[in-house]
């Protein structure tokens, strides 16, 4: 496939009436490792009557030699991980993943949600990964920093050809999304959870429709995300729910209905992540904060430093997840007590490493001694 390149809206926070349809960031700011940062400026001149802009996504391919990461974090259940995609096109105005636009030379903005990096050689690296001489299989988590189901994946199918790599190696695999398109694999998905080798994980931030769209755009509505843990259930595909981020005195008072929801959907566990704001993303979300909810924005961000010493974030191993202080330890007292009501406290489901096998490659004869 040949990448399309448009230049991307950069450097600029739009009036209203001028901002992208269907897209989270509310602006462009530099990069933090760009030479030169510019400041937007109103001289008056802005059409009024102009009809909000359709920014379109532009597809570059990621030549990067490996396809698995891997992290050592206390905070984090997996070692390893696959990102088919950088920057991620459902918009979450509050991601966490932002900042690592800035590595590429895009803004944390709107370029993340615009400009995506995608993988064509995923497959064909993973196998390659699987064959090497001493290679150890361990559970890989698809999408620990951007979403494998986000829009273009219809298109490109690069995360169906992993899982399908996954199942041709019997090797274990879990997926995070808040898309409903995961149902699109749940063929392979079911299949590799039957030999005890995939389960699957599906995020679902609020079950206000009109709130999720605002943060979320271009992701499935909650309904669909419940659907969609629903279906997976009945096809014996193990789902946990994340509920992340939490986002006090905005999010946090539908802990118990939102568990309620997903219990009953079929969902066998549930975690959550409080939310996060490092370096970029703590702008954009007060932008949009400011812009979304101007009589509650104060008390919010004045909330969220509650839970972080003060601070609008704290990225200290422990912390970052969960938070401290009075309005963290709350939130995750009455998160237990609603797991427990609800049945889904259950121990994590531990994947199958024992089945790997590396098949007979195609054009070879096995020896006969």
Known sequence: MTARFNPPVRNETLPDGLRPRGRGAL???????EARRREPFDDGWSAQDAQPPTLKTTLIKDTSRSIISTNDSPDISFDKSINPYRGCEHGCVYCYARPS????GYSAGLDFESVLFFKPAAAAQLEKAFRKPGYKPE????GANTDPYQPVEKRLRITRTLLETCLKFKH?????????????????????????????AVSITTLDRKLARAMEPRAATPERRLDAVHTLSAADVPVTVMMAPIIPGLTDHEIESLLDRVSQAGAEGAAY?????????????????????????????????????????????????????????????????????YGLDAPRRKLRC????????QGRQMSLF
């Open 139 to 142: 559970a890989i988590m698809l």
């Open 27 to 33: 602006s462009n700011a530099s990069g933090r490792f």
């Open 354 to 361: 024992d089945l790997f096998e590396r098949p007979l490659e």
């Open 101 to 104: 636009h800035a590595y590429w």
């Open 273 to 341: 992540v409080l939310l996060r704001l490092p370096l970029e993303v703590r702008d954009l979300f007060a932008e949009w904060l400011e812009a979304e909810r101007p009589a509650a924005a104060r008390r919010i961000m004045k909330l969220i430093r509650q839970t972080r010493g003060g601070k609008d974030y704290d990225a200290t191993f422990h912390k970052r997840g969960v938070g401290e202080g009075p309005v963290a330890v709350l939130i995750a007292q009455r998160f237990r007590a609603a797991l427990i009501r």
């Open 172 to 200: 274990p695999v879990s997926v995070i999304t808040k898309s409903a398109s995961i149902l699109r694999d749940v063929d392979l998905l079911a299949e590799l959870a039957g030999l005890g080798l995939a389960k699957a």
